[in-house]
């Protein structure tokens, strides 16, 4: 009897490593392309302050890479120091030109330079596959979005804007989520991808008109619940949160509270007894797809036409 329990826990030992080992591995990979995805929308951000002739700015999202997120890549680059090293020379290399009166065109050159060298990080620690794989790219889309929401949240205070940076930072994150979303639209039912323009759509809107961060944050989970529904993987509120404003994540005891509504289904769950996080609330779309939505967004949802 001790043998059969022996080799049975044996086998549940060395089916369940694997797997653990796996999505480990893609934990991993997505903080790392996370931090690279970040850099870009920095870099955009840089680029329009050039334009702009504001070199206090540049400086800042020049400065940004370097500072707030080469920790995070250095460390998963241990096992390769000498592009590290190549990594961070770069970084340093854009700030310092940043910093100085080179002319827009060389430092659009530095950032050119420096995009290759992002790309090249990609390759080494994502790979191509991963890289290329659809619902990494909606997890470091709703990643980026969430991050967005932290930034305009400290950024806008009474509908002004009080830290410029910040809500640069935002921006530059909604825009890099829309880069991403351009390369996998068309795999998208049109219907579909015309709904997450207009919603992106809407994000835009507020940051321009500077409205209240509850209403952004409402237009911009809109677009996050897209993605969650062509998925299946919920979004998890952004580290940043905690950083800025002391909010803990939350974590359920429920079974089914941190699975996305659409897995929840194919495990057969009812759709009336779908479960969600104690912040959400369940609705259904117009299409009578259920879905998980923070209770705050569901009467603007409502109005918005997106639920029930």
Not at 81 to 101: I, R, S, W, Y
């Amino acid at each position: 009897m001790k043998n059969i329990l022996l080799t049975v826990f044996t086998i549940i030992i060395l089916t369940s490593v694997p797997s653990s080992f796996a999505d480990s591995q893609r934990n991993e990979k997505l903080e790392f392309a996370g931090t690279l995805e970040e850099t870009l929308g920095h870099f955009w951000a840089l680029e329009l302050n050039l334009d702009e002739s504001n070199s206090k700015l540049a400086l800042v999202h020049a400065t940004h890479p370097i500072s707030e997120l080469y920790e995070t890549m250095s460390g998963h680059l241990e096992n390769n120091p000498d592009f590290n090293k190549k990594l961070e020379t770069t970084l340093v290399e854009l700030k310092d030109k940043a910093n100085t009166e080179v002319s827009k065109s060389e430092a659009k050159i530095a950032i050119d330079e420096a995009k290759t060298v992002i790309q090249e990080a990609r390759s080494i620690v994502v790979g191509e596959q991963q890289s290329n794989e659809d619902e990494f790219k909606i997890q470091l889309i709703n990643t980026l979005l969430e991050t967005a929401k932290v930034e305009y949240r400290e950024a806008i205070e009474d509908g002004i804007i009080v830290e410029v940076a910040e809500f640069q930072d935002g921006s530059a994150f909604v825009w890099q989520s829309q880069q991403i979303f351009s390369s996998i639209e068309n795999k998208i039912e049109p219907t579909d991808a015309d709904r997450i323009n207009e919603y992106f759509e809407l994000v835009w809107t507020g940051f321009k008109t500077q409205e209240s961060p509850e209403t952004v944050e409402n237009y911009v989970d809109a677009v996050i619940y897209e993605f969650e529904e062509l998925s299946g993987i919920q979004s998890e509120p952004s580290e940043h949160e905690e950083e800025v404003f002391g909010i803990e994540s939350e974590h359920e005891e429920e079974v089914f509270s941190g699975i996305s509504p659409l897995k929840q289904l194919k495990e057969g769950v009812d759709p009336k007894d779908i479960q969600c996080k104690s912040t959400h609330g369940l609705v259904f779309k117009q299409s009578g797809e259920p879905a998980c939505v923070k209770t705050s967004s569901i009467q603007k949802l409502i109005s918005l036409g997106w639920s029930q």
